[in-house]
């Protein structure tokens, strides 16, 4: 059984920075691991995602979080992280851990992702 616990949201002042941790258990190593969030209102969307392991990891970022944010993982730790950087209020949403990508190429689109994390609300203030 797949679990994903989310850790490391929480309330920060533009220009700031925030680090997510994703603990996963139950996955194999070095398979598909992303990113996504949901602003309020609005469909949840693909921030990062990160495939292979060692020399061999593949990355990818939507365009509103390039250069900001970087997705990294620990596999002895099990554990997935976002730091996020130079922050921006409309980086304020509920971040979700997902796992279990169908498709490399369409890591943007959260349907295509079959496990999920409870999620962690971050929230940037101007």
């Known amino acids: 059984q797949v679990q994903l616990v989310e850790s490391g949201g929480g309330s920060v002042q533009a220009g700031g920075s925030l680090r997510l941790s994703c603990h996963a258990s139950?996955?194999?190593?070095?398979?598909?691991v992303g990113w996504c969030r949901r602003v309020l209102g609005k469909e949840r969307e693909g921030v990062a995602a990160?495939?292979?392991?060692?020399?061999?990891?593949?990355?990818a970022y939507a365009e509103s979080v390039k250069g900001r944010f970087t997705i990294s993982r620990d596999n002895v730790k099990n554990t997935l992280y976002l730091q996020m950087n130079s922050l921006k209020p409309e980086d304020t949403a509920m971040y979700y851990c997902?796992?279990?990508?169908?498709?490399?190429?369409?890591?943007?689109?959260?349907?295509?992702?079959?496990?999920w994390g409870q999620g962690t609300q971050v929230t940037v203030s101007s």
């Open positions: 139950g996955y194999p190593a070095g398979s598909s």
């Open positions: 990160l495939d292979g392991e060692a020399s061999d990891v593949n990355t």
């Open positions: 997902a796992a279990g990508l169908s498709d490399w190429v369409k890591w943007r689109d959260p349907y295509k992702w079959n496990y």
